[in-house]
């Protein structure tokens, strides 16, 4: 991959000159302009190679130029297509990215509040990346006691919501109908994120999964004495997650149709094992 990372970077200069520029002088915008279409093609390119792949030609593709201005054109377009890729996963990438070159300092964020707009994002996105182990916290039942999330043993869906939400509304009437197709033991915590007990007494009382599969579990956190609105991102809602049996996360910010593509997934894979 770094092979095509070299050609990149030779077309950008060729692309320098052929525009005029001379030697070191800042590139201009139509410099910029046709380097950000050849960055749009290289990462296309290694879109399904592994995140460490993608880490390492970010990494790579940074430190191979020496001009100051386009170091740090490449780092922002590369955290930002990170940041914002519709590719679940990628937030790692832009994680790394943040990590190693702007908060040391080593590039410049165009201006502060964009740095702690970086700041907040790896804050709340750092504890529930692919592959992690989801953070475990400790909340509120219902009737009393509590309950950690989430525990080992089975699959787990954790659903945070709200009931003022009006998307946390559409998804608790629709998501009753993916999870009947649960083949495999599942747990369901659906972690209430408001103060309304009424509200979240209603909401219990309508929310029915007919599945035997699938065990619900409510909880939540009324005096936030817990830090589980930063350990999993919920700067607002719905937010959902599901991990394996380890407590691995297989799918996080999810939205209803790329849950259902797991639970289609978990389904083949568990049939299959059963049957051997």
């Known amino acids: 991959m770094k092979r095509a990372a070299v050609i990149l970077l030779c077309l950008f200069l060729a692309l320098t000159h052929a525009a005029g520029t001379e030697p070191r002088a800042l590139p201009d915008s139509t410099s910029f302009a046709r380097l950000d279409t050849m960055l749009v093609r290289y990462t296309a390119a290694i879109e399904r190679e592994s ?10 593709l940074i430190s191979s130029v020496q001009d100051s201005a386009t170091t740090q054109h ?8 990170y940041k914002d890729s519709p590719l679940m996963g990628d937030e790692a990438v832009a994680i790394h990215i943040y990590d190693n070159w702007f908060k040391p300092g080593t590039i410049a964020m165009r201006s502060e509040f964009d740095r702690f707009d970086a700041e ?5 996105n750092r504890s529930t990346l692919l592959g992690m182990k989801a953070p475990e916290v400790e909340l509120q039942k219902p009737c009393g006691g509590t309950v950690k999330i989430p525990r080992d043993g089975t699959y787990s869906i954790l659903y945070f919501f709200d009931t003022g939400c ?7 009437q629709l998501m009753p109908t993916i999870l009947k197709q649960i083949t495999f033991p599942t747990t369901l915590y659906a972690v209430y994120c ?32 817990t830090d589980y ?10 937010r959902l997650y599901f991990t394996d049996k380890d407590g691995e996360i297989l799918g996080r910010r999810l939205e209803l149709e790329s849950l259902e593509e797991i639970i289609h997934y978990i389904c ?9």
Request: charge should be positive; aromatic fraction near 16%.
């Open 51 to 60: 995140f460490d792949v993608k880490k390492a030609e970010s990494d790579f």
């Open 74 to 81: 490449i780092a922002l377009w590369l955290y930002d297509h």
């Open 120 to 124: 907040l994002f790896t804050t709340f």
């Open 166 to 172: 009006a998307k946390c509304k559409l998804e608790s």
């Open 194 to 225: 408001g103060q309304d007990k009424k509200a979240w007494r209603q909401f219990r009382r309508h929310f029915r999964v007919h599945n035997r599969n699938v065990r619900i579990v409510h909880a939540w956190d009324p005096d936030l004495e």
């Open 229 to 238: 609105l930063r350990l999993y991102g919920v700067i607002s809602t719905p």
């Open 268 to 276: 083949d894979y568990y049939g299959q094992a059963q049957k051997q």
